[in-house]
């Protein structure tokens, strides 16, 4: 590729990809990832580590990478609903050919892949060995995941909240991840360390084991919010998305791939992938948001604002805003639940314009209802809901 002087020309270059490249059509994501691979099956993609994605944008860059992979002979399937193309030195100098006008703002904000592809350029031209470690995905359509690359772009992607929690395709993900050790950070093949067991000891090389997942942990990849804590690495997994102002405790607490925080909560209980919790809202120590494997019957949970799930709870229903079950309690689709007819109408005044009639409902009658109070009579063991009386308020100095 020709080196381009002019921001003109550049425009002028990336009309021309588009007009000329036969079925050209913009990518839903892309992005330069350094790959792992496998120590014994070493074309095998253990992990993929994007320093920044692009989703839904930047696609005059995205027409630039394609290209300088067409001057090599390698044809993009715009048909595919996901393409990995290994990269060299080639590659990288033909983009920064392109990128030329822009040179002087690679450190801004607006040209991120322009610093991708320079720094990534320094780094090969300097040690020269590491051209197959380097690849470029992209994403055509927001299909089951394939790819070991395609599916870390869309756990940066819910991570990062360039996209919303359940807003994009994951299945597959876990057929597309192999199951791998994981040792400060970096993906060990299950295999090699079998294989290898009686060496490495021996050798007094075997490596300590953090955990053994698909998924690595959420602070392998994401640097948080400048208010947001997490205190145990352990307790987020990669794919969650946190809002700033979250605290994550130790304990009993997690978060799992596509669930997470769109506020500042406090967490120290479970939220199960596909649960949403909302601003303001307080997971107690043990609590336990089900996720829609676990008897939701595929129905996901979302948790409104200013809420309160005490300790040891369980939320099997949606719950509108300013909710609260009491320490203990389980509320699930199933469980019968009184209220009594006065406070069925506070009820009704904070639930405009939906309809409920009777003494005795099941859980899920009651979802995205605002304002319920669930508790239990202690003499009775009969579950009623009530008209929340307590504003929940999160501390505002401990977030």
């Known amino acids: 590729m020709e080196i381009i002087q002019t921001t003109d020309a550049f425009k002028a270059l990336i009309e021309k990809i588009k007009t000329t490249t036969k079925g050209y059509k913009d990518p839903l994501a892309f992005g330069i990832a350094r790959v792992d691979l496998g120590q014994l099956n070493v074309d095998k993609p253990l992990q993929a580590t994007y320093p920044i994605i692009n989703w839904d944008e930047n696609f005059g860059s995205a027409a630039i990478f394609i290209q300088a992979l067409a001057d090599q002979g390698i044809a993009v399937d715009f048909s595919q609903s996901e393409v990995v193309c290994n990269i060299n030195l080639q590659f990288l100098k033909d983009c920064l050919n392109a990128f030329t006008p822009y040179s002087d703002e690679a450190h801004g904000d607006a040209h991120k892949n322009i610093q991708v592809v320079s720094a990534l350029y320094s780094q090969i031209s300097n040690s020269g060995s590491l051209e197959g470690e380097f ?20 756990l940066y992607a819910i991570s990062l909240a360039k996209v919303g929690l359940r807003e994009i395709n994951l ?21 090699y ?18 955990f053994v997942d698909k998924f690595p ?5 994401i640097i948080p919010a400048e208010n947001t804590r997490i205190l145990d690495t352990a ?10 102002g979250t605290t ?16 500042a909560s406090m967490v120290e209980g479970r939220i199960s992938s596909s649960a949403i919790v909302g601003d303001g809202s307080d997971v107690g120590g043990g609590a336990s948001i089900l996720g829609v494997l676990s008897g939701t019957d595929g129905n ?16 099997g229903i949606p719950l509108g805003d300013g909710c609260i079950i009491d320490a203990g309690l389980a509320i699930l689709e199933g469980t019968k639940i009184g209220i009594y007819p006065e406070e069925l ?48 308020k999160l501390n505002a100095e401990l977030h």
């Not at 470029?136 to 790819?147: G, W």
């Not at 996901?300 to 939320?315: E, T």
């Open 171 to 191: 299945n597959g993900a876990f057929k597309a991840l192999p199951n791998v050790a994981w040792s400060n950070g970096q993906p060990i093949e299950l295999d």
């Open 235 to 244: 307790k987020v997994r990669f794919g969650a998305q946190l809002a700033a």
């Open 345 to 392: 109408e506070k009820i009704r005044e904070v639930n405009k314009g939906v309809t409920i009639e009777g003494e005795i409902f099941k859980g899920k009658q009651l979802a995205f209802f605002n304002g319920l109070h669930f508790r239990q009579n202690s003499l009775t063991g009969e579950i009623t809901a009530s008209r929340s009386t307590r504003e929940v």
């Open 193 to 210: 360390l079998r294989e290898f067991e009686i060496e490495l000891k021996l050798a007094n090389e075997y490596p300590h084991i953090d």
């Open 217 to 221: 942990r959420f602070l392998q990849h």
């Open 135 to 154: 690849r470029v995905c992209f994403i055509f359509q927001d299909a089951p995941c394939q790819s070991v690359e395609a599916t870390y772009l869309k």
């Open 300 to 315: 996901p949970i979302s948790i409104g604002k200013n809420c309160l799930l005490g300790a040891n709870s369980v939320c």
């Open 248 to 263: 994550v405790m130790p304990g009993a607490s997690y978060i799992n791939f596509n669930a997470g925080t769109t506020g």
